[in-house]
């Protein structure tokens, strides 16, 4: 073990000075951000002297107080910034609950089928994964226009569902292999159809992967820009085509804070799903890459 | 499984793929071998009491007529793909044949768009991804010295830039890195040169942006690479300590051939994804220095002339790329599948 042969200590001390470097490079950003969204533009973008930043000289003369809520009223009063949460959020939860609901269906199918045509589904799944999601734009666009389905939220919800499906499939898939066989065999044995062998043996044990492909899910729909940005009206933007539409305008009037706001708002969800759900993150990353 | 309840159970998802990712790129191929009907002109001649004038106007109705006879437009053949905005190989004869050396021949070559863009997102896809692997290796290997303690917050931390939007992260790197911001001021400190700024310079500005692109797919490769070093077989790195294997032997030999299946897995999956580098570059707003192909095909779609041909034939040949980039694996894989059966 590597507890028999002591560390020394220079190796030691290189170890953590690396780590500490890279948890600087990792987080020091998000927390820098954070810090200085609550800070007037010119205190964020010093010219001056950097430390404003962290001091907040401009904010105590323009507001009374090292700290304003300014740009989050700007995001979330003045530009509605509520009503692009109240559509992500809508995005998100259909977006998740329609791909585990097929995707379950796909993967615990592809798990118990000895065929083929399983190595081929899934390697087409793979090139599907492979494909950047706005090369697909492009054929998505005329027939939406064609059949006035352009900008809505239902029409972004499905995209991104198929989208979402073949990492979907692969992922449940490897969960399902796990679930040893013989489970629903017996209940087949005993009488039941697959889908009630499904149902009443497999449902209840697939929890811990479902939930975690669900928070995989979750990230697609939440991150993406590309697919909600083409395909959605002014009206229904989501967060993050949102705050690509607050740069456009805000860099000319001079409100960068805004967007600053909006971009710490939109991370606090992401920074509480981490929170909570490392462990499934971790064993969901490393689901793939274990088989190798 | 009989094949009939496959079916039933394979149909929903099966649906979603055909309708929304199988059939958009067969649409897409078509369109990139069709143009736009150009808008049919008649030449109608106005007289009066003050001699003939000619004037030009559009026909509205034959217009209507024949995108109605021809939906998908005038059929174009390659003539899209061969154009100065994609192939452009007219282009490069051309300077094949005029340009005094090699230097100024791809100096043009680059200048084209779609050459730009390529140049770009190859440069970008195999800088980052080698990089970002040995770093996560790193990480991994100094997470995995740390007592049990520790480790969950650093990781907690090492999951951020992984799992923020990319748009977002990149934000969040660019107003720091922005000549006013903190970072910019640090490094234009650094230089001594208090105009240094990272928008007017090329080189810098793709610096910035490979940085981006390790600093938030290192926690991914880290990840992995933690997951696999609880898995290193302990009796083979005891046997190399007894051997005499120093330290950076046992990493050499022993930790890192395991890992190696790994190391494959994450560089397919990095290959993947920063091959369609995009938000980095909007929220750089680096366009004028550095573009991608989803960028560009993003570019064409956007704003009021939605050039959707354009856009289809540069998505043609990005799925083309990736298919070339994806092409080693594919043929492993059927080499061992054939093996196997």
Not at chain 1, 28 to 51: C, H, Q, R, Y
Not at chain 1, 91 to 112: E, P
Not at chain 2, 27 to 42: D, N, W, Y
Not at chain 2, 132 to 137: D, E, H, T
Request: proline share 5%; hydrophobic share 50%; net charge neutral.
């Amino acid at each position: 073990m590597a507890a028999t042969r002591r560390t020394p200590l220079s190796l030691r001390i290189g170890l953590v000075a690396f780590l500490i470097a890279w948890l600087l490079l990792a987080a020091f950003p998000f927390l820098w951000t954070v810090w200085g969204s609550f800070k007037v533009e010119l205190d964020f973008f010093s010219i001056a002297n950097w430390t404003d930043a962290i001091t907040g000289e401009r904010t105590r003369i323009a507001h009374g107080g090292p700290y304003t809520s300014d740009g989050y009223a700007g995001a979330w009063v003045i530009n509605e910034f509520w009503r692009n949460a109240i559509n992500t959020f809508i995005v998100c939860f259909f977006v998740v609950c329609t791909s585990l609901t097929i995707g379950t269906l796909g993967g615990y199918a592809l798990s118990r089928s000895g065929h083929n045509y399983v190595f081929w589904l899934l390697i087409t799944a793979l090139i599907f994964r492979a494909m950047p999601p706005i090369t697909l734009v492009s054929g998505y666009l005329p027939p939406f226009f064609q059949w006035n389905l352009w900008g809505y939220l239902p029409t972004a919800i499905i995209v991104l569902v198929a989208i979402n499906q073949p990492f979907t499939l692969w992922m449940l898939h490897s969960f399902f292999q796990k679930i040893p066989k013989d489970l629903d065999e017996s209940a087949r044995v005993d009488g039941c159809t697959q889908f009630q062998a499904f149902r009443y043996v497999i449902i209840p044990v697939m929890w811990p992967g479902v939930i975690t492909t669900g928070l995989f899910s979750f990230l697609l729909a939440y991150n993406d820009f590309a697919v909600t940005t083409m395909l959605l009206n002014q009206d229904n933007r989501t967060m993050i085509p949102q705050i690509a539409a607050f740069l456009g305008t805000t860099y000319t009037e001079g409100n960068v804070m805004y967007a600053v706001a909006a971009v710490v708002s939109a991370t606090v969800p992401l920074f509480l799903l981490v929170m909570f759900f490392q462990r499934q993150i971790v064993s969901g990353l490393t689901a793939g890459a274990v088989k190798g | 499984m009989k094949h009939r309840t496959f079916f039933w159970f394979f149909l929903p998802t099966a649906l979603a793929m055909l309708v929304f990712i199988a059939a958009p790129i067969v649409s897409v191929v078509i369109q990139s071998l069709f143009v736009p009907h150009e808008a049919v002109l008649v030449e109608t001649e106005n007289c009066g009491p003050f001699g003939c004038t000619k004037s030009t106007v559009i026909d509205q109705e034959a217009t209507a007529l024949l995108s109605e006879e021809q939906p998908l437009g005038r059929f174009a053949g390659l003539e899209i793909y061969l154009d100065r905005g994609h192939l452009a190989f007219s282009d490069i004869g051309e300077a094949w044949r005029t340009s005094d050396g090699l230097g100024s021949f791809f100096a043009t070559v680059l200048d084209l768009p779609f050459y730009d863009a390529l140049s770009f997102t190859l440069s970008y896809t195999f800088v980052c991804t080698p990089l970002l692997i040995i770093l996560g290796f790193a990480i991994a290997v100094a997470v995995n010295s740390l007592s049990r303690q520790i480790k969950g917050l650093v990781i907690f931390f090492s999951l951020l830039p992984m799992i923020v939007t990319p748009l977002v992260g990149s934000l969040i790197l660019f107003w720091m890195i922005d000549s006013r911001g903190v970072l910019g001021n640090l490094i234009s400190y650094l230089a001594n040169d208090p105009d240094l700024s990272l928008k007017a310079s090329t080189p810098l500005m793709w610096i910035a942006l490979f940085v981006y692109g390790i600093w938030s797919s290192a926690p991914f490769a880290f990840v992995v690479f933690y997951a696999g070093l609880q898995t290193v077989p302990q009796d083979t790195l005891e046997s190399a300590q007894i051997d005499g294997a120093t330290r950076w032997q046992q990493i050499r030999y022993v930790v890192i051939p395991h890992l190696m299946p790994l190391v494959t897995f994450v560089a397919l999956i990095q290959l993947m994804d920063n091959f369609r580098v995009f938000e980095p570059i909007v929220g750089f707003n680096a366009q004028a220095h550095a573009k991608s192909l989803s960028w560009i095909i993003y570019n064409d779609l956007g704003g009021e002339t939605r050039q959707l041909s354009a856009a289809a034939t540069t998505s043609v040949l990005t799925i083309l790329g990736v298919a070339i980039l994806l092409s080693p694996v594919l043929i492993r894989t059927w080499r061992d599948f054939r093996g196997s059966s």
